[in-house]
Nanobody
Framework: QEKLVESGGGLVQAGGSLRLSCAAS????????MGWYRQAPGKQRELVAT???????IYADSAKGRFTISKDNAKNMVYLQVNSLKPEDTAAYYC??????????????WGQGTQVTVSS
């Protein structure tokens, strides 16, 4: 059973910045992709950004230009730098890691979530 541990959330004023971190268990060679999702109260969980094994990134339109996803393969870490925060960015942010299965396919694991609250 893989384990993800997130950190870095908090309360910040509009226009501020935070850096979210997620530590993933297992070997980096077993990881296909890593990403961040968020879920605001009363809303569905939505993609924020993903980064593939090769380093290719995908961002939600709401994150483009303000958020940056990165990873450190040596530490099995994925980060989300969030800048120019807006009140509508308030949500629980979840780390997601997609692992290769031994006999084909993938398994997705989720962190416990870290709360980001942006005050106006």
């Amino acid at each position: 059973q893989e384990k993800l541990v997130e950190s870095g959330g908090g309360l910040v004023q509009a226009g501020g910045s935070l850096r979210l971190s997620c530590a993933a268990s297992g070997s980096i060679s077993s990881i296909a992709a890593m990403g961040w999702y968020r879920q605001a109260p009363g809303k569905q969980r939505e993609l924020v950004a993903t980064i593939s094994r090769s380093g290719s990134t995908i961002y939600a339109d709401s994150a483009k230009g303000r958020f940056t996803i990165s990873k450190d393969n040596a530490k099995n870490m994925v980060y989300l730098q969030v800048n120019s925060l807006k009140p509508e960015d308030t949500a629980a942010y979840y780390c997601n890691v997609r692992y290769y299965r031994a006999y084909g396919g993938f398994s997705d694991y989720w962190g416990q979530g870290t709360q980001v609250t942006v005050s106006s």
